[in-house]
């Protein structure tokens, strides 16, 4: 009998140990999409060297322009994404109060915006599988998963978060999160 299929959409996938050498090394990823035909993910701890303003010719509100552009994966590394998070959100579509969107014409008219409680982060490429790619690699546990939020998303110290998160999860996986990265040092 087959296995019955099971989205991981909202949920983040943490690289479970297995993933050194690769791109997803230490990775938190975000998982946006889910179905049979594959998987949309964000890389949600990798701020890249640029801010949005110096990666987007666009006419973009200041308060967008000195934010961090995110590396958001390896696939397709011009492809804009961004997620954003309000006091009310009721289109959120990743998970309750997180939204996906694709559109630099609603980035720009989102940045122009005066809401207060409005968090917006955005992302140079992204993470994606094929059918039955992720459904193997969770096979072959290469990922842990973790319930997502939305302050993962907005974490101040974005960088810490796949080691704060592997700390959380209890005594075996906070050796991994305290091993060296590379384990030639240790």
């Given at each position: ?33 889910h179905d049979a035909e594959g998987a949309f993910g ?145």
């Amino acid at each position: 009998m087959a296995d019955e299929f099971k989205s991981l959409k909202g949920k983040l996938l943490l690289d479970g140990g297995k993933l050194h050498g690769s791109w997803f090394h230490r990775t938190v990823v975000l998982i946006c999409q889910h179905d049979a035909e594959g998987a949309f993910g964000l890389v949600i701890n990798r701020p890249s060297p640029s801010n949005v303003g110096d990666a987007l010719v666009a006419d973009l509100p200041e308060v967008l322009q000195e934010d961090s552009l995110f590396v958001g994966g390896p696939v397709q590394s011009t492809a804009l994404s961004f997620l954003r998070t309000d006091s009310f959100l009721p289109d959120a579509n990743v998970i309750p109060g997180l939204n996906l969107d694709h559109s630099l014409d609603d980035l720009i008219e989102l940045g122009g915006s005066f809401s207060p409680a409005q968090q917006i982060k955005v992302f140079a490429g992204y993470a994606g599988w094929a059918s039955g790619q992720l459904d193997d690699e969770m096979k072959r546990e290469s990922w842990i998963t973790h319930p997502a939020e939305v302050e993962h998303v907005f974490a101040s110290d974005p960088e810490s978060l796949w080691k704060d998160i592997m700390k959380s999860k209890g005594w075996q996986f906070r050796l991994m999160a305290d091993a060296p990265e590379d384990l030639n040092w240790n």
